[in-house]
């Protein structure tokens, strides 16, 4: 019997149950633990998504649905030891303010693994910041002022742990090492030049800040602060720094007012997929694209 006989066989065993005269279904199985033949499950097995999904129909069960794509279900409700079906917590792959923050473990400058769930199981807020040395908006903020640096030493010791992410393709341990060294910086420089935890959180530009609460919800994403250009504002120049003004509110216990912004600053130089052939110039950025990249800069308005 093919899959997709079998999957006609268990959306036809679904209609049957509403009418109260489900037959038993090789292979669709039942609510584990159920006799009635009232509270059969109709079983579905789609191979593109890699998605399972169970429906019972008793009273008090939930529809659970996992993917390996797009969630992980915290208790299997098919498998044979399960007493019962069970609502299974969903975790997006993508970040989206006000959901849980994905999950990742990447080794910083230094060689040491950074564990976004053991932060969150200890109930610190962290703030993520896409970083790439190379791009004129971040020596903005860490060679020509010092905005990322002064505010990780303000919330320092607050229960607040700062990360700089560097999803350049060309950029490795050694790489975000030097910098971390030229700049001083007092916090890890994370190494994802794969990209995959770039994607996760949707990351366009550098900076790209994010900051979890300690729930592990992400509360915030977007820019800095509300000055968009490269050049470092005039003492007499308002600027709102976002990130700021998010974790006072956080520290205090008060609603954080402005949750999501548009970020500005350098493309992240994600690398090129595997199945496409990358022209031999686009390898490695030469000097004057490391200098300035005004080309790619992104300043959404």
Known sequence: M???NLSIMCVAAVFLLALGTAPALAGCGSCPGDKDAK???AHSHAKGGG????????????LCTTSKKASTCTKSATGEKASKCTKCSLTSSHA??????PTFALK???GKTVDLAKLTAQKKIVVLEWFNPDCPFVKKHHHHSKTMAELEKKYRGKNVVWLAINSSHYADQKFNAKWAKKWNLAYPVLNDKHGKVGKMYKATTTP?????DAKGTLVYAGAIDSHRGPRVPGSSEKVVNYV???LTALLAGKPITVSQTKPYGCSVKYGTPKKDKPAKS???PNKDTLACDWSRAIDYP
Do not use: F, L, R, W
Request: with cysteine; aromatic share 2%.
């Open 282 to 284: 686009a390898a490695m």
């Open 39 to 41: 509270k059969k499950a």
């Open 108 to 110: 910083d400058h230094a």
């Open 244 to 246: 700021d003004q998010a």
């Open 96 to 101: 989206h303010v006000g959901k849980p923050a």
């Open 208 to 212: 790209n800040m994010y900051i979890i």
């Open 2 to 4: 093919t899959a997709k």
């Open 51 to 62: 998605e399972c999904t169970t429906k019972c129909t008793a009273d008090k069960a939930k």
